[in-house]
């Protein structure tokens, strides 16, 4: 693997509190190999050049220690959002878990989104988190069928695998989810695949699931979506040319039928949706209440 210059690497968010009750934003990692046709985090506005080449950044965990150690209050620290924190290479490097580490002996919370399954490989440091400070994880899946998220996400773990990830968070009392983000018109935007993914959230234990009816796309992306249309849903580019154009939020044609359904699945299984009610829960999961301090 190889690495970049980095200056900092926990960064103040400009919105805290608003993303599952997020004060600071974390990335370990640029770029992905997960090769999500629908990746957002490889639009030209990013400049990531070889978005696809996993890199480290330099002395990442004596950043973070430094950074944290320099901190006036603590907080939650969200990871995951411009790359993902378990991406094959963690296996190997255990950079994410490192920087858990750090988190955890700073006095800090966590907020992880990833697709894959190996976030349960770090229950041990999530739990020992939880002990002062929220601990949550979101792991995305948008197809409940394994063969379509093959085809949809081919780097990633299969959704089966990363359901049994929620299912091992949960029954350690981690505050985990999904993220069902995004949902792609003419392919996962269907009642079918919906009713699934919130059926099996509830066996695994999910807590919440965070819902998007629709994908935004950017240059850079757009591109990179439709190679994935035309390899796998032939005649799929020409609708979303032809009804999307160069929009930037395209949501799905049944998208109020398909809330509707899914949040009405949700309230019968007593799963989480709305972000307040979601901070909420993750706060209310650490074991030793601070509430000044959150
Ligand atoms: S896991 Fe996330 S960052 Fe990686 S390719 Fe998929 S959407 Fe992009």
């Known amino acids: 693997m190889d690495y970049i210059k980095a200056k900092t690497i926990v960064a103040s968010k400009k919105y805290p509190e608003q993303w599952f009750g997020c004060d600071?934003?974390?990335?370990?990692?640029?770029?992905?190999?997960?090769?999500?046709?629908?990746?957002?985090?490889?639009?030209e506005c990013y400049q990531i050049s070889n978005f696809d080449k996993v890199v480290a950044k330099e002395n990442a965990i004596?950043?973070?220690?430094?950074?944290?150690?320099?901190?006036?209050?603590?907080?939650?620290?969200?990871?995951?959002?411009?790359?993902?924190?378990?991406?094959?290479?963690?296996?190997?490097?255990?950079?994410?878990?490192?920087?858990?580490?750090?988190?955890?002996?700073?006095g800090f919370g966590i907020h992880i989104i990833t697709k894959s399954n190996l976030v349960a490989r770090d229950i041990d440091i999530l739990a020992?988190?939880?002990?002062?400070?929220?601990?949550?994880v979101g792991i995305t899946i948008t197809a409940s069928d394994d063969e379509l998220s093959k085809k949809i996400e081919?780097?990633?773990?299969?959704?089966?695998?990363?359901?049994?990830?929620i299912k091992k968070l949960t029954d350690r009392n981690i505050y985990s989810g999904i993220?069902?983000?995004?949902?792609?018109p003419g392919i996962t935007d269907t009642a079918d695949n919906i009713?699934?993914?919130?059926?099996?959230?509830?066996v695994s234990g999910a807590k919440f699931i965070y819902p998007m009816f629709g994908v935004t796309i950017r240059t850079g992306q757009r591109e990179y979506l439709?190679?994935?249309?035309?390899?796998?849903?032939?005649g799929l580019r020409e609708?979303?040319?032809?009804?999307?154009?160069?929009?930037?939020?395209?949501?799905?044609?049944?998208?109020?039928?398909?809330?509707?359904?899914?949040?009405?699945?949700?309230?019968?299984?007593?799963i989480d949706f709305e972000m307040s009610k979601i901070i909420y829960a993750i706060r209310d999961n650490v074991k030793i209440k601070q509430t000044s301090l959150f």
């Open 226 to 234: 439709y190679r994935g249309l035309d390899k796998w849903f032939p």
């Open 128 to 136: 020992s988190i939880r002990n002062h400070s929220p601990a949550s």
């Open 154 to 165: 081919p780097g990633a773990p299969l959704s089966s695998e990363r359901f049994a990830a």
């Open 62 to 106: 004596e950043l973070i220690e430094r950074e944290l150690k320099g901190k006036r209050r603590t907080g939650v620290i969200a990871t995951g959002s411009m790359s993902d924190p378990y991406n094959p290479y963690e296996k190997k490097y255990q950079l994410t878990r490192k920087a858990l580490e750090q988190v955890d002996r700073f």
């Open 239 to 270: 609708h979303y040319t032809n009804t999307f154009g160069d929009e930037y939020e395209c949501s799905s044609e049944n998208a109020n039928t398909l809330s509707r359904l899914f949040k009405a699945e949700c309230k019968k299984l007593k």
């Open 195 to 202: 009713l699934s993914i919130v059926r099996q959230a509830a």
């Open 179 to 184: 993220m069902l983000i995004p949902l792609l």
């Open 24 to 43: 600071f934003n974390m990335n370990i990692y640029r770029g992905c190999c997960h090769g999500c046709i629908y990746c957002d985090s490889r639009s």
